[in-house]
Each structure stands twice: as C-alpha cells, then as structure tokens.
C-alpha cells in the first residue's frame, strides 16, 4: 500500500495491525505526512486522541526524531495506557521537558518498571517524583500516590497499598487540575488495596464507584477500567475459594476486553493468569493446559511473573500425576521463593501455602511440603513485621477511615492466625520426620544473618542467642529474614 485515507476520516477500529504493517512500509514522505496529521488530531477528542496515539506508537522512532519530537512525548506520558518498550521511549525523551514534565516522564517511567516487574526500582523512581510534588496537591502528586499503591498491591503489601490508595483519595478531591481519568485510576487504585487484602465483600462494595468513575471517562478509557475492576474481583474471588463469583466477573472482564478489539496487547495475558488460577482451582487439568500453552515463559528478572509461572506448572503435573516431574519443579519454586531476590514476603507467603496443601493433597514428597511450609511461615512473620511497621505509620501516611482501620485490624489478625496455622503444619511434618528418622535441617536453630523463630513456641531468638516472646522483637527487628527452627527448650518434645 502506498496510500492510506486521511488520518481523521480513518475509524480507530480500523488502526489494527493490518493498518500498521502497512503504515511502516510507507517512504519516509508519507510517514512524515501521516505524522503531521497525527499532530493536528492528537487534540481532538478520544478518537483524534486514538489516531494520534497509535500513529506515534506505529511510527516510534521516526515520532521521537525532529522538532515535533519534545512535544508528542510529553504528550504521550499523559496519554499512553500502555507501560511497554515503546512508552519507555517516549517518557525519556519528555524528560528533557524539564519541570513537571519531566516529573510526569519520571512517574511513567516508574510504572513502566512495575509493568516489568520491577516494583523496586519503580518504587524508587516513584520516591523521586513525590520529593518533586510533595505537599503542593496537584494532580502530580495524586497520580504518584495511586501509582505507588498499585505497586504495593503489585507486592501483595496490603496495608501499605491501602494507605497509599487512601492518600491519593485524600488529595483527589482537593487538587484542581485532575481529570475524569485520574479520578477513575484512583477509585482504582482502592480497589487494587482491597484485592491486595483479599478483601472480597469490600472489592465488591467498591465496584459501584469504579463503574461511575469510568462512566465519566471517554468509551475506550471506560471500558479499559472496567475491565481491570472486574479481574481484580475474579482473581480476589479465586484466592477466596468464591467461585461462582469469580466466574461471573472474569465473563464480565471478558466482555470488556473484546470491546478492545485487540488495542492492548498486555491485557489478553492477564486474562490468561486468571482463568489458568480458576482452573487450578477448579481441577480442570485441559483447561490448565490450554492457557499455559498460551503463556510465553516469563523472563527470569521478572521474578514475580516467573514465580507464578512455574508455580502453576508444578500444579499442572500434580494433578496429572506426573509426580517425578512435579516434584522437579517444585524444587525449582522453592528455590525460587527462598532466594528472595524480586519477591516480597505476601508472594513467597501465598506461592509456598499453595505448594505445602498441593504436596498433601497429591501425595507429593513429604520432605516438599516440610519446606514449602517451613517458607511460608518464614514469610509470614516477615510480613507481620511490615505490618507493623506499616501500622506504625499511619498517621503520616494517610487519614485511614473507621472502616478502613476496622479492615486493616481484621487483616492483622488474620495475619496472625496464619502464621500460628504455617507453624502447626510446620510441627506436624517434623514430628512425622523424626519418628521416621530423618529430621529435617530445620529443626537447628540456625545462626548468621537470619532471625530464628521457634515454631513450636513461636520465641524469637535475638543477635545475643535469647529467646523473647514473639510481640517483644516483631517491630522493631532489624535481622530479617527469618527461619522457623526449634529452640532449646522445645527440642526435648520432639528429639528423645
């Protein structure tokens, strides 16, 4: 094709990769044409907004060139739903911008990072631009409070998630130069916190605010939040053992995203995760199959992704009773989650509960889930130490509501309870092990740079070899990591 329509006659549900391929295979005239008509567009309400957008994102390297260049950048930071290589490219050329612009370029930049996987390093690059924005009510600094909670959600550190979210609430309704559309993506980042929380009857009570803030948003922007409020309530429902609920939304979300006619390339995979969960949960080992088949393999650096990747391969070959194949890859996840590098503690916590009951529920090696449980109750006491940290700073971080502290006590609580739970599971393995005789490693209370917790008594041992109740370290140990092992007085109940 050496011709296209004029750029404002074209529909936005004709700019698929069939307009594309032939976009690029344009001379360098008619690029530099298309783009111009992009630039008189991009202003034009959603669809003008749509042609310009995918016009640049065609034509990158040629839109990031020139003396339009600086200007279509910045303007991408603010309109770009996507957080991939091509928006990484903009957002560093709108960073030349200096100012707010390129505080707004330092905050994409950071969420495209989360989008990597890369909650750290976005969490560092989101640091940087509250020190810019800090106190002053913008719209700069609401957009930066929502992201930092979306990575605290991203984490599964649900308290700090919720005061994030809950900050950004705050502000939103004082600063003057929001949008329909932040609006919508801090309703959003709420929701996000009671997901992290696996709070599904509150996620559900928040629904209704998600669906009106999109309502106020332009069609592609509505449906694109509708469709993440929905997932969030799938895969929240999944974790819950809601079944029928999550069915129900995951339809929802479904229907939202062929509305998308293929626009975003992010969202299918995230489709995928969660019917691959809900299947996991269901038993349906076809299904399982299908949707890992259509799961690239993560990368290795993208340790959250990976994680769950071979988490659901190790299900896979369990419920097939493929049994020397499981146990292989179950080996591979607890390496994994023992690395701890790129995975917070409420990950390794949830991936390694989900292994130690599949390993009794399949009649897997016993010494797996032993040590599945084992990191899942290691995991759980160094997230009852965020929590109390987190909790610590709540008056500095955010104003929480009655509710809201009501549902942050519940979740201590439950915090609490499992990890009584992971050490009880924990006793009964080791017990079973020494009167087999073959006790495991654990069992010595280890030394060096961990925090050693007994799991019989639940002491805490300090840097000086004594054992304190659990509540006289938790906030503020400063030796984390952790391992379960067996203190002194209560190695007697089990090695006679």
Do not use: N
Not at 6 to 35: F, I, K, N, S
Not at 205 to 215: G, I
Not at 257 to 285: F, I
Not at 412 to 438: K, M
């Amino acid at each position: 094709m050496t011709a296209l329509r004029p750029l404002a006659e074209t529909p936005p549900g004709e700019l698929g990769a069939a307009w594309r391929a032939a976009v690029r295979a344009l001379d360098p005239a008619a690029q530099d044409a298309l783009l111009a008509q992009a630039d008189a567009v991009r202003g034009a309400g959603d669809d003008g907004s749509w042609r310009a957008l995918t016009t640049y994102r065609t034509l990158v390297d040629r839109a990031r060139d020139g003396p339009q260049a600086l200007a279509r950048a910045v303007w991408m930071v603010d309109e770009d739903p996507d957080r991939d290589g091509v928006t990484r490219r903009f957002a560093e050329v709108a960073r030349r911008a200096g100012g707010d612009a390129a505080a707004f370029a330092a905050l994409l930049l950071a969420e495209c990072d989360l989008h990597d996987g890369r909650a750290d390093v976005a969490q560092r690059g989101l640091a940087s631009v509250l020190a810019h924005a800090h106190g002053r009510g913008t719209r700069l600094e609401v957009m930066a409070w929502t992201s930092l909670a979306a990575s605290y959600a991203f984490e599964r550190r649900e308290t700090e998630a919720l005061l994030a979210a809950r900050r950004a609430d705050r502000l939103v309704d004082r600063a003057t130069d929001v949008t329909a559309v932040d609006r919508a993506h801090v309703a959003a980042a709420v929701a996000r916190a009671w997901f992290s929380l696996g709070d599904v009857d509150r996620l559900l009570a928040h629904l209704p605010r998600v669906r009106a803030s999109a309502d106020a948003m332009p069609p592609t922007d509505a449906r694109r939040a509708r469709f993440h409020a929905y997932l969030l309530v799938a895969r929240a429902a999944v974790d819950a053992g809601r079944l029928e609920v999550a069915r129900a939304h995951l339809a929802l979300a479904e229907a939202e995203h062929r509305d998308e006619d293929g626009r975003h390339g992010h969202l299918p995979a995230a489709v995928t995760a969660t019917r691959l969960r809900l299947a996991r949960a269901e038993g349906d080992v076809a299904t399982m199959a299908t949707q890992l088949d259509a799961t690239p393999p993560p990368r290795a650096a993208d340790a959250t992704r990976h994680l769950a990747f071979v988490e659901m391969t190790v299900a896979l070959h369990a419920l097939r009773g493929e049994r020397a194949e499981a146990e292989r890859r179950a080996a591979e996840l607890l390496g994994a989650l023992g690395d701890r590098k790129g995975v917070g503690p409420a990950q390794r916590l949830l991936a390694a509960e989900a292994l130690g009951r599949l390993v009794g529920d399949r009649d897997l090696d016993p010494a797996i889930g032993t040590e599945a449980f084992r990191v899942a109750a290691d995991a759980a006491f160094e997230r009852l130490h965020e929590l109390e940290r987190a909790t610590d700073g709540l008056v500095s971080l955010a104003q929480p509501t009655d509710d809201d502290r009501a549902a942050l006590a519940e979740h201590r609580a439950r915090a609490l309870a499992r990890h009584r739970a992971f050490a009880a599971q924990l006793r009964t393995r080791i017990e079973a092990a020494a009167a087999a005789g073959t006790l495991p490693q654990s069992v010595a209370a280890s030394t060096g740079g961990l925090t050693t917790v007994c799991a019989w008594c639940l002491r805490v041992r300090d840097r000086g070899g004594r054992w304190w109740p659990v509540g006289h370290l938790l906030a503020p140990s400063d030796a984390l990591p952790v391992t379960h092992g067996v203190c002194p007085d209560c190695r007697p109940l089990i090695v006679r």
